[in-house]
C-alpha cells in the first residue's frame, strides 16, 4: 500500500469520529444565530445585533480545532492520492513526450554558420546525413588534437570497413583566432572530409548553449589563451537530432563500435 493510500484510510476513519462534535456544534450554533438582514425601501439595512455563542464549561477549542485539522489531512491525502493516481503510467503506455521529459531537456536547435569556403551552413544543410559533431578549437594543445584524430579514424574505419558513411563536422569555440582559412588549414592534417564551422561570436555562444556545450577562456595573455572545454562529441540522425555524446574516454575503435550500434539499431526500428 502506498503512503497516499496509508493517509486517506487512516484520515476517514479519524474524521468520522471527529465530526460528531462539529456537527453538534453546527447545530447549537445554527439555533442561537442571529437573522439575515432584511432591507427597508430606503436602502438601509436592518441588522439584527449578533447572539453571543455560550459554551459550557466542559466545552474547549480543542472539540473544534481538531476535526479542522483532520480535514486538512483528509484533502493532503485525497491531494496525493491523485497525484500517484495521475503519475502512474502502465509500462509499454507511455508516450514519447513523457519519456522525453525524463530523459531531460532537448539538445540541439537551428543555427546558421560559415564553413571553410566561407559559404552559410544550417541545420538543414546536415539533414539526410548521419553527423558526427565535435565542439573544439585549433589552438588546443593536447585534447583537441586527440578528439580530433579520433573522430577521423572512426569515420574512416566505418566508411571503408562497414560501408557506414558519417559526415563529420568541428564547430570552433574560438571564433576570433578561428577563421574560414585557419579551420581549412588544421583540418587538413587529420582528414579532409571534416568539414569546419565558425562564425559571429554571439552565433557560436548560442549553439553551444543549444548543445549543451561548456567553455570559457583561461590563462588569458592577449591573444594567446587557452579554451576550458567540456569536448562535446555528438552522433546526430539524419534527422538531426541527437543519439549519442561521447566523451573523452572512448578511443577510435570503441567510438566506431558504439556509432555502428546506433546505425544498426535505427535500421531495425
Known sequence: MSLSRFILSASKKCLIEA??????????????SYSRSSWYGNGRPDIHPPVPVKTQGSQSWSAF??????????????????NDERRAVLKGQGNNSERSAVLGPIIGGPFTLIDAKHQLVT????????????????????????????MAKAIDFLESKQNVRLLPVFVTIDPHRDSPSQLQAYLKEFDSRIVGLT????AIRQMAQEYRVYFRKVEEDGDDYLVESSHNMYLMSPNMEVVRCFGVEYNAEEL???????????ITQ
Open 19 to 32: 465530526l460528531n462534535p462539529l456537527q453538534r456544534f453546527g447545530r447549537r450554533f445554527q439555533s442561537r
Open 65 to 82: 480545532v481538531i476535526p479542522a485539522g483532520l480535514l486538512g489531512i483528509a484533502g493532503g491525502a485525497l491531494f496525493m492520492h491523485y
Open 123 to 150: 541545420e538543414q544543410n546536415l539533414l539526410g546525413n548521419w553527423v558526427l559533431l565535435y565542439f573544439g578549437y585549433t589552438s588546443s594543445p593536447d585534447v583537441g588534437p586527440e578528439q580530433v584524430q579520433m
Open 199 to 202: 562564425g559571429p561570436d554571439a
Open 256 to 266: 566506431s563500435q558504439e556509432i555502428l550500434k546506433e546505425v544498426k539499431r535505427s
